[in-house]
């Protein structure tokens, strides 16, 4: 058994089968034995396998006694929003003009920090603020659930994903045990992810710095450490200074059938067959593929916009092309805010 997963910050979990009761690996009764290993042959393996592969038996077992089952997580599990939502509705949500004017404040607060990102991982402030805007409203809410409950839960309880999750609480539990923090008090989303920033523990891990040097990568009560590690993970998945993130084109009422829309993956559509398609830049394009993107309105009818490397970039922080386009228009919002404050 594998525990050590993938290292990329992903939040957008393929649809699963329906939550059965049945479906669960053992039955839980929601007490102190509930990931005891003493008690079941599936923790007890990957416990061993844990062990070996450098954190104490002791400190793990300790932590999966205190760990709590929670059936609203995997209710959760099943209605992100990025499944269920129209484009329309999701920018809703997360693009308005408070949290456009709180990113602005944001910025004005951590000025300094944030011009130092651009310098060294080539962010723009205004991204940098509005994937933090997005993802907790500047650190106004940070999950409500302890990540060690959601993460046993969905580490032994999910249905699909359950390698996934037993990777990230391993890497949970070695977070802790390093920054010496019990792991039964952090909290965060229903799905495990952390801080300002919502990273989850393999991303922690991975990309999460101490980006004001006071000895702690601390991205729950540290927003420089935040806007520091969420440079360094963009940089890390291949931002590229200075280059667009979106172009806007024109296209026909309805998306041609013959253009595959939507895909969060790196750029893969030529220009000529979305020509062909009646899909249009607006302006010139120093890009031989783009990310095509169609955009379904309240209003009725589509928003066209081109995707390019910078996009991806994006949809590595979160596999869905919604939280792309609100992310780059938060980002808009905010930077022009401040250009205009500042003209």
């Not at 649809?15 to 009761?21: F, V």
């Not at 409950?149 to 996934?164: I, K, N």
């Not at 010139?284 to 081109?306: F, H, K, N, Q, T």
Request: hydrophobic share 40%; glycine share 8%.
């Amino acid at each position: 058994m594998k525990w050590n997963s993938a290292r990329s910050h992903w939040r957008g979990f393929a649809p699963a089968a329906l939550l059965l009761c049945g479906m669960v690996l053992f039955p839980s009764a929601h007490a102190a034995e509930d990931f005891d290993p003493a008690s079941h042959a599936d923790i007890r393996e990957w416990v061993d396998d844990v062990s070996e592969s450098g954190i104490s038996r002791d400190d793990v077992t300790q932590a999966l006694r205190h760990a709590r089952f929670r059936q609203e997580v995997l209710d959760a599990m099943q209605g992100a929003a990025e499944r269920r939502l129209s484009w329309h509705e999701y920018r809703d949500i997360f693009v308005q003009p408070k949290r456009i004017q709180e990113g602005v404040a944001f910025i004005r607060e951590h000025r300094d920090a944030l011009a130092r990102a651009e310098r060294e991982y080539g962010v723009p402030p205004a991204y940098i603020a509005a994937i933090i805007g997005v993802e907790t409203r500047y650190g106004q809410h940070k999950g409500r659930h302890r990540v060690l409950d959601s993460l046993a839960t969905l580490a032994f309880h999910h249905p699909s994903r359950g390698e996934f999750f037993r990777g990230e609480l391993a890497a949970f539990l070695e977070i802790t045990l390093d920054q010496g923090i019990s792991p039964e008090a952090p909290k965060g989303s229903y799905a495990g992810a952390m801080g300002y920033p919502q990273f989850i523990p393999t991303s922690y891990r991975a990309y999460a710095i101490d980006f004001d040097d006071d000895g702690r990568r601390d991205l729950w009560d540290d927003p420089v450490d935040a806007i520091g590690s969420v440079g360094n993970y963009f940089a890390e998945h291949g931002w590229r200074r200075g280059a667009p993130v979106v172009t806007p084109a024109d296209g026909p009422d309805t998306p041609p059938q013959a253009i595959d829309f939507n895909r969060t993956r790196a750029p893969y559509a030529r220009l000529a067959p979305l020509a062909d398609a009646g899909v249009h830049p607006r302006g010139e394009l120093d890009a031989s593929r783009v990310i095509p993107l169609s955009l379904a309105l309240e209003s009725g009818g589509y928003r066209y916009a081109l995707g390019h490397e910078n996009f991806y970039v994006i949809t590595r922080y979160n596999h869905s092309y919604l939280y792309a386009m609100a992310v780059t228009e938060l980002a808009a919002g905010i930077q022009a805010a401040l250009d205009k404050d500042d003209a």
